[in-house]
């Protein structure tokens, strides 16, 4: 398997521009993670997803951040409009929680990550 | 509030000794803990984990180490290799919470050759 695929590895924006980050899962992982890693707040979870469903989004920081799951193997994070503060590297992981093959499992596999640089 | 600390932003150590990592946790509920390990422009990688009803887990030579009592745990790492340097992080979550895992804020390990 490929592992999480995540795109762009970079983006360089200007503030007040919209920024699409994308992922795409392992396949057959039930649960998608997003994260966000600064230096002052390390690694900190946005939002998560089972079977394309929003279950927790009490990390997204505000309204102008919004994630999106139209199906099993993508998955989007946009921020309209985008600010400095907003640089950051962003991780997207997968995995299958709970029991798998008799063993109790919850490991997460993530991405190499999309460093996003907001002027 | 830090549910997971780490409180050793760095640690060095000579290649061939022992590694050891520390981390603490506040949240009595979690019962199942990971270890990361993080190279510079790479996500992170899973190493090994433990849950709450062991208290030592063992894979080739990472050994994860857990004092429920203390709410401690600790990785050692035996021999340390230069290829071990990166960034770890602890992690800790509660069973049959969806994987929600909470992370540490990492330390930076150097092994020096």
């Known amino acids: 398997d490929a592992g999480v695929i995540q795109s762009p590895r970079h983006e360089v924006t200007e503030m007040g521009q919209e920024v699409t980050l994308r992922c795409k899962p392992i396949s057959g992982h039930d649960y998608l993670f997003w994260y966000r890693q600064t230096m002052m707040r390390g690694l900190e979870l946005l939002i998560y997803f089972n079977n394309n469903v929003p279950i927790d989004d009490s990390g997204m920081p505000e309204d102008r951040f919004s994630a999106k799951m139209p199906n099993a193997s993508f998955s989007t994070l946009k921020i309209q409009p985008s600010e400095p503060r907003d640089s950051a590297v962003y991780f997207c992981?997968?995995?299958?929680?709970?029991?798998?093959?008799?063993?109790?499992?919850?490991?997460?596999?993530f991405g190499p990550g999309t460093r996003l640089t907001v002027t | 509030d830090q549910q997971v600390k780490q409180n050793s932003p760095s640690l060095s150590v000579q290649e061939g000794r022992i590694s050891i990592l520390n981390c603490d946790y506040t949240?009595?509920?979690?019962?199942?803990f990971l270890w990361y390990k993080k190279y510079p422009a790479e996500g992170p990688t899973f190493l090994i984990s433990?849950?709450?009803?062991?208290d030592k887990n063992e894979d080739g030579r990472f050994t994860v180490f857990l004092n429920k009592s203390a709410k401690h745990l600790s990785l050692h790492i035996v021999p340390s290799q230069p290829g071990d340097s990166a960034v770890y992080f602890c992690a800790a979550t509660i069973r049959g919470s969806q994987g929600n895992l909470i992370f540490g804020k990492g330390t930076k390990l150097s092994v020096k050759p």
């Open positions: 992981a997968s995995s299958l929680a709970g029991w798998v093959s008799g063993k109790d499992t919850y490991e997460q596999y």
């Open positions: 433990i849950s709450s009803i062991k």
């Open positions: 949240n009595s509920m979690f019962d199942y």
